[in-house]
Protein backbone atom coordinates (compact mmCIF):
# COMPACT_ATOMS: atom_id res chain seq x y z
CA UNK A 1 0.00 0.00 0.00
CA UNK A 2 1.83 3.41 -1.14
CA UNK A 3 1.81 5.52 2.12
CA UNK A 4 3.76 8.68 3.11
CA UNK A 5 4.91 9.35 6.73
CA UNK A 6 6.13 12.33 8.24
CA UNK A 7 8.22 12.93 11.42
CA UNK A 8 8.05 15.03 13.85
CA UNK A 9 4.38 15.60 13.99
CA UNK A 10 4.99 18.66 15.15
CA UNK A 11 7.87 20.98 16.52
CA UNK A 12 8.60 24.37 18.53
CA UNK A 13 11.10 26.22 17.16
CA UNK A 14 12.71 29.54 17.94
CA UNK A 15 12.86 32.63 15.44
CA UNK A 16 16.14 32.31 13.61
CA UNK A 17 16.55 28.49 14.45
CA UNK A 18 17.54 26.04 11.37
CA UNK A 19 14.96 22.96 11.65
CA UNK A 20 14.79 19.68 9.35
CA UNK A 21 11.59 17.87 8.74
CA UNK A 22 11.60 14.50 7.64
CA UNK A 23 9.16 12.23 5.33
CA UNK A 24 9.29 8.79 4.25
CA UNK A 25 7.70 6.37 1.76
CA UNK A 26 6.36 3.49 0.47
CA UNK A 27 5.33 4.40 -3.02
CA UNK A 28 7.03 2.77 -5.57
CA UNK A 29 7.83 3.53 -8.33
CA UNK A 30 7.36 7.23 -8.07
CA UNK A 31 7.05 10.17 -10.29
CA UNK A 32 7.92 12.92 -8.04
CA UNK A 33 7.59 13.78 -4.40
CA UNK A 34 6.29 17.35 -3.62
CA UNK A 35 6.77 19.82 -0.07
CA UNK A 36 3.81 21.83 0.51
CA UNK A 37 3.30 24.78 3.15
CA UNK A 38 -0.30 24.96 4.27
CA UNK A 39 -1.34 27.87 6.57
CA UNK A 40 -3.89 27.34 9.03
CA UNK A 41 -6.87 27.82 6.85
CA UNK A 42 -5.67 28.32 3.25
CA UNK A 43 -4.81 25.52 0.74
CA UNK A 44 -0.85 24.25 0.37
CA UNK A 45 1.29 26.37 -1.46
CA UNK A 46 4.00 24.06 -3.38
CA UNK A 47 7.68 24.56 -2.17
CA UNK A 48 9.24 22.26 -3.73
CA UNK A 49 8.95 19.71 -6.98
CA UNK A 50 11.76 16.68 -7.23
CA UNK A 51 11.83 14.08 -9.50
CA UNK A 52 12.82 10.94 -8.54
CA UNK A 53 16.70 11.66 -10.48
CA UNK A 54 16.75 14.67 -8.29
CA UNK A 55 18.66 14.92 -5.17
CA UNK A 56 18.06 18.33 -4.01
CA UNK A 57 16.38 21.38 -4.55
CA UNK A 58 16.04 24.83 -2.99
CA UNK A 59 13.60 27.56 -2.91
CA UNK A 60 14.87 30.54 -1.06
CA UNK A 61 15.54 29.43 2.68
CA UNK A 62 13.96 25.87 1.92
CA UNK A 63 16.14 23.07 1.01
CA UNK A 64 14.58 19.77 0.09
CA UNK A 65 16.58 16.54 -0.65
CA UNK A 66 15.16 13.26 -1.87
CA UNK A 67 17.08 9.69 -1.30
CA UNK A 68 15.29 7.59 -3.69
CA UNK A 69 17.66 4.45 -2.41
CA UNK A 70 15.98 4.92 1.53
CA UNK A 71 12.85 6.06 -0.11
CA UNK A 72 13.21 9.42 2.19
CA UNK A 73 13.13 13.24 1.87
CA UNK A 74 13.57 15.96 4.22
CA UNK A 75 12.83 19.57 4.18
CA UNK A 76 15.72 22.09 5.59
CA UNK A 77 13.94 25.26 6.54
CA UNK A 78 17.31 28.10 7.69
CA UNK A 79 17.18 31.27 9.56
CA UNK A 80 13.33 30.64 10.55
CA UNK A 81 10.72 33.16 10.94
CA UNK A 82 7.22 33.79 12.81
CA UNK A 83 5.75 33.39 9.04
CA UNK A 84 7.24 29.75 8.79
CA UNK A 85 4.51 28.60 11.02
CA UNK A 86 2.77 26.54 8.99
CA UNK A 87 1.74 22.57 8.30
CA UNK A 88 4.08 21.25 6.07
CA UNK A 89 3.06 18.05 3.75
CA UNK A 90 4.83 16.18 2.01
CA UNK A 91 3.30 14.28 -1.32
CA UNK A 92 4.43 11.16 -3.34
CA UNK A 93 3.07 11.09 -6.84
CA UNK A 94 3.27 7.85 -8.16
CA UNK A 95 4.71 6.82 -11.29
CA UNK A 96 1.78 5.48 -12.73
CA UNK A 97 -1.03 8.69 -13.56
CA UNK A 98 -3.78 6.66 -12.71
CA UNK A 99 -2.52 6.35 -9.36
CA UNK A 100 -3.55 10.02 -7.01
CA UNK A 101 -1.14 11.81 -4.69
CA UNK A 102 -0.35 10.20 -1.65
CA UNK A 103 -0.21 12.68 1.02
CA UNK A 104 1.59 12.63 4.62
CA UNK A 105 -0.10 13.20 7.71
CA UNK A 106 2.02 17.34 7.98
CA UNK A 107 4.20 18.23 10.18
CA UNK A 108 2.72 21.05 12.34
CA UNK A 109 5.90 24.09 12.92
CA UNK A 110 5.47 26.66 15.14
CA UNK A 111 8.08 29.29 15.28
CA UNK A 112 7.96 31.39 18.77
CA UNK A 113 9.58 34.65 18.98
CA UNK B 1 2.39 31.83 -10.93
CA UNK B 2 -0.96 29.87 -11.70
CA UNK B 3 -4.16 30.68 -9.18
CA UNK B 4 -6.84 28.66 -8.04
CA UNK B 5 -9.99 30.00 -6.39
CA UNK B 6 -12.77 29.42 -4.33
CA UNK B 7 -16.29 30.50 -3.51
CA UNK B 8 -17.46 31.19 -0.77
CA UNK B 9 -14.57 30.74 1.41
CA UNK B 10 -16.72 30.06 4.42
CA UNK B 11 -20.46 29.18 4.46
CA UNK B 12 -22.75 28.22 7.37
CA UNK B 13 -25.89 26.39 6.86
CA UNK B 14 -29.05 24.61 8.35
CA UNK B 15 -28.90 20.90 8.08
CA UNK B 16 -30.70 19.72 5.88
CA UNK B 17 -29.84 22.15 2.97
CA UNK B 18 -27.48 21.80 0.26
CA UNK B 19 -24.54 23.75 -0.40
CA UNK B 20 -22.52 24.31 -3.81
CA UNK B 21 -18.80 25.70 -3.44
CA UNK B 22 -17.34 26.65 -6.97
CA UNK B 23 -13.48 25.99 -7.92
CA UNK B 24 -11.79 28.29 -10.53
CA UNK B 25 -8.70 28.17 -12.37
CA UNK B 26 -8.63 31.74 -12.82
CA UNK B 27 -5.29 31.99 -15.66
CA UNK B 28 -5.10 28.17 -16.83
CA UNK B 29 -6.73 25.61 -17.89
CA UNK B 30 -6.63 22.42 -15.53
CA UNK B 31 -6.07 19.01 -17.33
CA UNK B 32 -7.71 17.68 -13.74
CA UNK B 33 -9.45 19.20 -10.70
CA UNK B 34 -9.30 17.21 -7.20
CA UNK B 35 -11.43 18.01 -4.12
CA UNK B 36 -10.31 17.21 -1.14
CA UNK B 37 -11.64 17.29 2.16
CA UNK B 38 -9.65 18.29 5.54
CA UNK B 39 -10.84 17.62 9.16
CA UNK B 40 -8.97 19.75 12.27
CA UNK B 41 -5.19 19.10 11.98
CA UNK B 42 -5.34 16.12 9.59
CA UNK B 43 -4.00 16.29 6.09
CA UNK B 44 -6.23 16.18 3.24
CA UNK B 45 -8.24 13.36 1.91
CA UNK B 46 -8.71 13.26 -1.74
CA UNK B 47 -12.77 12.60 -2.39
CA UNK B 48 -13.07 13.01 -6.49
CA UNK B 49 -11.04 13.52 -8.98
CA UNK B 50 -12.72 15.25 -12.39
CA UNK B 51 -12.33 15.81 -15.59
CA UNK B 52 -13.89 18.56 -18.10
CA UNK B 53 -17.07 17.03 -19.65
CA UNK B 54 -16.84 13.61 -17.82
CA UNK B 55 -18.06 12.08 -14.53
CA UNK B 56 -15.98 12.31 -11.49
CA UNK B 57 -14.02 9.57 -10.35
CA UNK B 58 -14.78 9.16 -6.32
CA UNK B 59 -12.73 8.00 -3.61
CA UNK B 60 -13.71 4.80 -1.74
CA UNK B 61 -15.99 5.44 0.88
CA UNK B 62 -17.02 8.96 -0.47
CA UNK B 63 -20.84 8.91 -1.46
CA UNK B 64 -21.11 10.61 -5.05
CA UNK B 65 -25.10 10.91 -4.59
CA UNK B 66 -23.62 13.03 -1.24
CA UNK B 67 -21.29 15.06 -2.97
CA UNK B 68 -22.03 16.09 -6.52
CA UNK B 69 -19.26 17.02 -8.71
CA UNK B 70 -20.10 18.98 -11.99
CA UNK B 71 -16.83 19.38 -14.24
CA UNK B 72 -18.66 22.36 -16.61
CA UNK B 73 -15.26 23.41 -18.44
CA UNK B 74 -11.73 23.62 -18.07
CA UNK B 75 -12.00 26.69 -15.78
CA UNK B 76 -14.55 25.53 -13.45
CA UNK B 77 -15.31 22.82 -11.18
CA UNK B 78 -18.09 22.92 -8.54
CA UNK B 79 -18.98 20.53 -5.62
CA UNK B 80 -22.49 20.48 -4.19
CA UNK B 81 -22.88 18.83 -0.67
CA UNK B 82 -26.61 17.79 -0.83
CA UNK B 83 -28.39 17.58 2.21
CA UNK B 84 -26.05 18.75 4.47
CA UNK B 85 -25.58 17.43 7.93
CA UNK B 86 -23.07 18.50 10.71
CA UNK B 87 -20.82 16.24 9.89
CA UNK B 88 -20.41 17.45 6.92
CA UNK B 89 -18.73 20.23 8.72
CA UNK B 90 -15.13 20.63 7.54
CA UNK B 91 -12.83 22.43 5.25
CA UNK B 92 -13.26 21.36 1.88
CA UNK B 93 -10.36 22.07 -0.39
CA UNK B 94 -9.54 21.87 -4.89
CA UNK B 95 -6.66 21.84 -6.98
CA UNK B 96 -5.96 22.01 -10.39
CA UNK B 97 -3.24 20.22 -12.43
CA UNK B 98 -1.99 21.07 -15.60
CA UNK B 99 1.06 19.35 -17.20
CA UNK B 100 3.87 22.14 -17.53
CA UNK B 101 7.79 22.06 -18.26
CA UNK B 102 9.86 20.28 -20.36
CA UNK B 103 9.65 17.08 -18.91
CA UNK B 104 6.11 17.59 -18.61
CA UNK B 105 5.56 18.00 -14.77
CA UNK B 106 2.22 17.48 -13.67
CA UNK B 107 2.22 20.80 -11.53
CA UNK B 108 -1.12 21.15 -8.79
CA UNK B 109 -2.29 24.33 -7.49
CA UNK B 110 -4.76 24.52 -4.54
CA UNK B 111 -7.50 26.96 -3.90
CA UNK B 112 -8.00 28.71 -0.75
CA UNK B 113 -10.28 26.24 0.75
CA UNK B 114 -14.20 26.84 1.57
CA UNK B 115 -15.02 26.05 5.69
CA UNK B 116 -17.98 24.54 5.56
CA UNK B 117 -20.34 24.70 9.33
CA UNK B 118 -23.68 23.01 9.55
CA UNK B 119 -25.64 23.60 12.19
Known amino acids: KNQVEQSPQSLIILEGKNCTLQCNYTVSPFSNLRWYKQDTGRGPVSLTI?????NTKSNGRYTATLDADTKQSSLHITASQLSDSASYICVVRPYNYGQNFVFGPGTRLSVLP | GAVVSQHPSRVICKSGTSVKIECRSL??????MFWYRQFPKKSLMLMATSNEGSKATYEQGVEKDKFLINHASLTLSTLTVTSAHPEDSSFYICSASILAGPSPLEEQFFGPGTRLTVL
Open chain 1, 50 to 54: MTFSE
Open chain 2, 27 to 32: DFQATT
